[in-house]
């Protein structure tokens, strides 16, 4: 089942990373997109609602940005983490879900773990896990907003598989602009059905210039893509 819905008030969207190539690719792909705030940086200098880690598939918080902010929030954490994939997923967090837990801060109150890969040190590179990972993080801000209303009003995002994954900045970029745009367009009740529309419109995406971003049309919209 799929809702449309528009963010209100609109979501304040930080993209940080220490590596410039990925920021430089994050000005060229979100050039026309407005409301997103880019630098280059450390996550866990940013003072918002929620903290988006692109993570594996059983919530190991062993690598990258994952043990930064383990060592940031205390180990803690990931047992939170974990517990929720297992009451939520029974142990397994399939790429292109996510689940948002409580961080045990006052800043960021919650963190939003999602899958980029299925265990650690992955080559992700060849596949649409980036778009599937950013698109299942933001569908879990709509679903924590719709329980308590308010309560994720800023978020902040790395680059998603832009290190252990090994997707080049420019595709990681473009396909976080994808993740994005659709969270401005549809909210997904089920994320099978988010993984299916993604992966239906982005199949051939391996064969088109690096430069190409494409904005998922939702189920029933006639826009097209660009």
């Known amino acids: 089942m799929t809702v449309d819905r528009v963010q209100s008030p609109p979501l304040r969207v930080v993209l940080t990373d220490l590596n410039a190539e990925v920021v430089e690719a994050w000005r060229a792909a979100f050039a026309d997109t407005p409301g997103v705030e880019i630098r280059k940086g450390s996550i ?3 003072r918002v609602d929620a903290w988006v880690n692109p993570t594996n598939s059983r ?8 043990a930064a902010i383990k060592r940031h929030l205390g180990a803690g954490v990931q047992l939170r983490v974990q517990r ?8 397994t967090l399939p790429v292109g879900s996510a689940v948002c837990v ?4 006052v800043s960021p109150k919650f963190l939003i773990p999602t899958p980029t890969m299925e265990g650690s040190s992955q080559d992700v590179s060849e596949t649409l896990n980036v778009a599937l990972a950013c698109a299942a993080a933001f569908q879990a801000i709509h ?11 800023s978020v902040a995002l790395v680059g998603m598989g832009a290190r252990t994954g090994r997707v080049p ?10 993740g994005y745009t659709l969270f401005h367009d549809h909210r997904f009740e089920d994320y099978d059905d988010l993984r299916g529309t993604i992966t239906a419109q982005l199949d051939d995406i391996e ?20």
């Open 169 to 178: 900045a420019r595709v990681c970029a473009n396909l976080m602009w994808t």
């Open 102 to 105: 409580p961080s045990g801060a």
């Open 59 to 66: 919530g190991r918080m062993d690598g990258g940005a994952d």
């Open 207 to 226: 064969a088109a210039p690096v430069t190409r971003r494409v904005r998922i049309v939702p189920p029933g919209s006639s826009r097209s893509r660009r």
């Open 44 to 46: 866990l200098d940013e």
């Open 84 to 91: 929720a994939i297992r009451d939520r997923f029974a142990g």
């Open 143 to 153: 679903r924590q907003n719709e329980e308590a209303p308010g309560s994720i009003k």
